[in-house]
Protein backbone atom coordinates (compact mmCIF):
# COMPACT_ATOMS: atom_id res chain seq x y z
CA UNK A 1 0.00 0.00 0.00
CA UNK A 2 0.60 3.56 -0.09
CA UNK A 3 1.71 6.14 3.08
CA UNK A 4 1.63 9.23 3.13
CA UNK A 5 2.82 11.76 5.71
CA UNK A 6 2.79 15.59 6.11
CA UNK A 7 2.18 17.42 9.36
CA UNK A 8 -0.96 18.12 10.60
CA UNK A 9 -0.60 21.91 11.87
CA UNK A 10 1.51 24.45 11.32
CA UNK A 11 1.58 28.24 12.13
CA UNK A 12 3.48 30.99 10.65
CA UNK A 13 3.67 34.76 10.35
CA UNK A 14 2.55 37.37 7.76
CA UNK A 15 5.10 38.04 5.36
CA UNK A 16 7.32 35.38 6.35
CA UNK A 17 8.54 31.94 4.47
CA UNK A 18 6.87 28.40 5.39
CA UNK A 19 7.82 24.87 4.13
CA UNK A 20 5.50 22.02 4.42
CA UNK A 21 7.16 18.74 4.31
CA UNK A 22 5.57 15.70 2.47
CA UNK A 23 7.19 12.01 2.80
CA UNK A 24 5.87 9.02 0.81
CA UNK A 25 6.28 5.19 0.23
CA UNK A 26 4.88 3.75 -2.88
CA UNK A 27 4.98 1.00 -4.96
CA UNK A 28 6.47 2.93 -7.82
CA UNK A 29 6.37 6.78 -8.23
CA UNK A 30 4.13 8.46 -11.25
CA UNK A 31 4.39 12.10 -9.61
CA UNK A 32 3.33 13.79 -6.66
CA UNK A 33 0.69 16.65 -6.35
CA UNK A 34 0.00 19.72 -4.38
CA UNK A 35 -3.37 21.04 -3.69
CA UNK A 36 -4.77 23.62 -1.36
CA UNK A 37 -7.49 23.64 -0.07
CA UNK A 38 -9.94 26.39 2.38
CA UNK A 39 -11.87 25.47 5.05
CA UNK A 40 -15.30 24.03 3.12
CA UNK A 41 -13.77 24.36 -0.29
CA UNK A 42 -12.91 22.37 -3.09
CA UNK A 43 -9.55 21.47 -3.21
CA UNK A 44 -7.47 23.28 -6.18
CA UNK A 45 -4.47 22.36 -8.00
CA UNK A 46 -1.09 24.27 -6.96
CA UNK A 47 1.58 22.19 -8.21
CA UNK A 48 3.08 18.74 -9.82
CA UNK A 49 6.62 17.31 -9.81
CA UNK A 50 7.19 14.10 -11.84
CA UNK A 51 11.22 14.91 -12.12
CA UNK A 52 14.13 15.66 -9.02
CA UNK A 53 14.12 19.50 -8.28
CA UNK A 54 12.39 22.84 -7.75
CA UNK A 55 9.44 24.02 -9.43
CA UNK A 56 8.64 27.73 -8.71
CA UNK A 57 5.34 29.06 -9.57
CA UNK A 58 5.15 32.54 -8.22
CA UNK A 59 5.04 32.81 -4.36
CA UNK A 60 4.94 29.05 -4.58
CA UNK A 61 7.28 26.51 -5.06
CA UNK A 62 7.21 22.77 -4.61
CA UNK A 63 10.48 20.46 -4.12
CA UNK A 64 11.01 16.90 -5.29
CA UNK A 65 13.30 13.79 -4.39
CA UNK A 66 12.52 10.42 -5.80
CA UNK A 67 15.41 8.86 -3.87
CA UNK A 68 14.44 10.02 -0.29
CA UNK A 69 10.54 9.70 -1.00
CA UNK A 70 10.82 12.90 -0.06
CA UNK A 71 9.06 16.40 -1.04
CA UNK A 72 8.26 20.03 0.37
CA UNK A 73 6.00 23.19 -0.80
CA UNK A 74 7.41 26.38 0.03
CA UNK A 75 5.18 29.63 0.65
CA UNK A 76 7.17 32.77 0.17
CA UNK A 77 5.86 36.45 1.17
CA UNK A 78 3.01 34.79 3.37
CA UNK A 79 -0.34 36.18 2.99
CA UNK A 80 -3.39 36.01 5.53
CA UNK A 81 -5.36 34.23 2.53
CA UNK A 82 -3.06 31.53 2.61
CA UNK A 83 -4.22 30.12 5.76
CA UNK A 84 -6.14 27.35 4.30
CA UNK A 85 -4.81 23.18 4.28
CA UNK A 86 -2.26 21.74 2.14
CA UNK A 87 -2.85 18.33 0.29
CA UNK A 88 -0.20 16.21 -0.95
CA UNK A 89 -1.07 13.43 -3.19
CA UNK A 90 1.02 10.96 -4.81
CA UNK A 91 0.14 8.90 -8.22
CA UNK A 92 2.09 5.40 -8.48
CA UNK A 93 3.20 2.70 -10.89
CA UNK A 94 -0.68 1.36 -10.71
CA UNK A 95 -2.40 4.51 -11.23
CA UNK A 96 -3.62 5.20 -8.18
CA UNK A 97 -3.81 8.52 -6.63
CA UNK A 98 -3.40 8.70 -2.50
CA UNK A 99 -3.51 12.07 -0.51
CA UNK A 100 -2.23 12.78 2.86
CA UNK A 101 -4.12 13.72 5.51
CA UNK A 102 -3.42 17.16 5.02
CA UNK A 103 -1.23 20.59 6.46
CA UNK A 104 -3.74 22.81 7.95
CA UNK A 105 -1.63 26.22 7.64
CA UNK A 106 -2.55 29.50 10.09
CA UNK A 107 -0.98 32.48 9.14
CA UNK A 108 -1.42 34.94 11.89
CA UNK A 109 -0.92 38.54 11.47
CA UNK B 1 -17.04 28.69 -17.32
CA UNK B 2 -15.29 24.86 -17.07
CA UNK B 3 -16.55 23.67 -14.08
CA UNK B 4 -17.56 20.28 -11.94
CA UNK B 5 -21.23 21.12 -10.68
CA UNK B 6 -22.56 19.23 -7.36
CA UNK B 7 -25.72 18.98 -5.94
CA UNK B 8 -26.45 19.02 -2.87
CA UNK B 9 -24.59 21.41 -1.35
CA UNK B 10 -25.56 20.00 2.00
CA UNK B 11 -27.82 17.21 2.85
CA UNK B 12 -29.65 15.70 5.79
CA UNK B 13 -31.14 12.38 5.72
CA UNK B 14 -31.99 9.19 8.02
CA UNK B 15 -30.42 5.74 8.19
CA UNK B 16 -31.81 3.89 5.25
CA UNK B 17 -33.36 6.15 2.81
CA UNK B 18 -32.25 6.29 -0.31
CA UNK B 19 -29.96 9.21 -1.71
CA UNK B 20 -28.10 10.61 -4.92
CA UNK B 21 -25.86 12.70 -5.04
CA UNK B 22 -25.51 14.76 -8.37
CA UNK B 23 -21.63 15.45 -10.51
CA UNK B 24 -21.40 17.09 -13.74
CA UNK B 25 -18.72 18.31 -15.79
CA UNK B 26 -19.10 20.29 -18.56
CA UNK B 27 -15.05 20.38 -19.85
CA UNK B 28 -15.31 16.52 -21.50
CA UNK B 29 -12.94 15.04 -18.75
CA UNK B 30 -12.54 11.67 -19.40
CA UNK B 31 -11.80 10.54 -15.98
CA UNK B 32 -14.39 11.25 -13.27
CA UNK B 33 -13.42 10.24 -9.14
CA UNK B 34 -16.07 10.17 -5.78
CA UNK B 35 -13.90 11.22 -3.01
CA UNK B 36 -14.79 10.82 1.22
CA UNK B 37 -13.13 13.42 3.28
CA UNK B 38 -12.77 12.69 7.23
CA UNK B 39 -10.86 14.74 9.52
CA UNK B 40 -7.42 13.85 10.23
CA UNK B 41 -8.10 10.68 6.94
CA UNK B 42 -7.48 13.07 4.18
CA UNK B 43 -9.04 12.45 0.81
CA UNK B 44 -10.03 8.62 0.17
CA UNK B 45 -11.49 7.64 -2.97
CA UNK B 46 -14.78 5.46 -3.29
CA UNK B 47 -15.12 5.04 -7.01
CA UNK B 48 -14.21 6.37 -10.22
CA UNK B 49 -14.68 6.27 -14.11
CA UNK B 50 -12.21 6.09 -16.87
CA UNK B 51 -14.75 6.49 -19.43
CA UNK B 52 -18.61 5.85 -20.29
CA UNK B 53 -19.59 2.83 -18.78
CA UNK B 54 -16.03 2.12 -16.68
CA UNK B 55 -16.10 1.99 -13.94
CA UNK B 56 -13.87 0.51 -10.75
CA UNK B 57 -14.02 0.77 -6.43
CA UNK B 58 -11.71 2.58 -4.97
CA UNK B 59 -10.64 2.37 -1.17
CA UNK B 60 -13.72 3.08 0.23
CA UNK B 61 -16.32 1.30 -2.15
CA UNK B 62 -18.86 -0.61 0.62
CA UNK B 63 -22.17 1.31 0.69
CA UNK B 64 -21.90 3.19 -3.03
CA UNK B 65 -23.05 2.44 -6.51
CA UNK B 66 -21.85 4.74 -9.31
CA UNK B 67 -23.03 5.04 -12.89
CA UNK B 68 -21.41 6.95 -15.82
CA UNK B 69 -24.00 6.72 -18.63
CA UNK B 70 -23.05 10.11 -20.20
CA UNK B 71 -19.64 11.30 -20.23
CA UNK B 72 -20.85 14.71 -18.58
CA UNK B 73 -22.31 12.99 -14.98
CA UNK B 74 -20.69 10.77 -12.56
CA UNK B 75 -23.81 10.33 -9.63
CA UNK B 76 -23.17 8.51 -6.32
CA UNK B 77 -25.62 6.97 -4.51
CA UNK B 78 -26.37 5.57 -1.47
CA UNK B 79 -28.65 2.71 -1.19
CA UNK B 80 -29.24 2.22 2.30
CA UNK B 81 -27.25 4.97 4.11
CA UNK B 82 -26.03 4.50 7.59
CA UNK B 83 -24.39 6.72 10.17
CA UNK B 84 -20.70 6.20 9.18
CA UNK B 85 -21.35 7.69 5.85
CA UNK B 86 -21.63 10.92 7.20
CA UNK B 87 -18.85 12.99 5.89
CA UNK B 88 -17.54 15.83 2.97
CA UNK B 89 -18.29 14.49 -0.57
CA UNK B 90 -15.99 15.45 -3.76
CA UNK B 91 -16.19 14.77 -7.03
CA UNK B 92 -13.85 15.15 -9.49
CA UNK B 93 -12.39 14.89 -12.77
CA UNK B 94 -9.62 15.11 -15.47
CA UNK B 95 -9.19 15.49 -19.13
CA UNK B 96 -7.37 12.18 -19.08
CA UNK B 97 -7.58 8.55 -17.24
CA UNK B 98 -4.36 8.77 -15.90
CA UNK B 99 -3.42 9.72 -12.32
CA UNK B 100 -0.70 12.04 -13.38
CA UNK B 101 -3.64 14.36 -14.50
CA UNK B 102 -4.64 17.47 -12.01
CA UNK B 103 -7.91 16.89 -10.83
CA UNK B 104 -10.66 19.73 -10.82
CA UNK B 105 -13.10 19.25 -8.07
CA UNK B 106 -16.65 19.87 -7.54
CA UNK B 107 -17.81 22.36 -4.44
CA UNK B 108 -18.66 19.48 -2.27
CA UNK B 109 -21.48 17.67 -0.49
CA UNK B 110 -22.25 17.69 3.33
CA UNK B 111 -23.95 14.81 4.22
CA UNK B 112 -24.95 14.14 7.34
CA UNK B 113 -26.89 10.89 8.30
CA UNK B 114 -29.00 10.59 11.19
Known amino acids: GQNIDQPTEMTATEGAIVQINCTYQ??????LFWYQQHAGEAPTFLSYNVLDGLEEKGRFSSFLSRSKGYSYLLLKELQMKDSASYLC??????????FGGGTRLMVKP | EAQVTQNPRYLITVTGKKLTVTCSQNMNHEYMSWYRQDPGLGLRQIYY???????DKGDVPEGYKVSRKEKRNFPLILESPSPNQTSLYFCASSLFPTTNEKLFFGSGTQLSVL
Open chain 1, 89 to 98: AVSDAGNMLT
Open chain 1, 26 to 31: TSGFNG
Open chain 2, 49 to 55: SMNVEVT
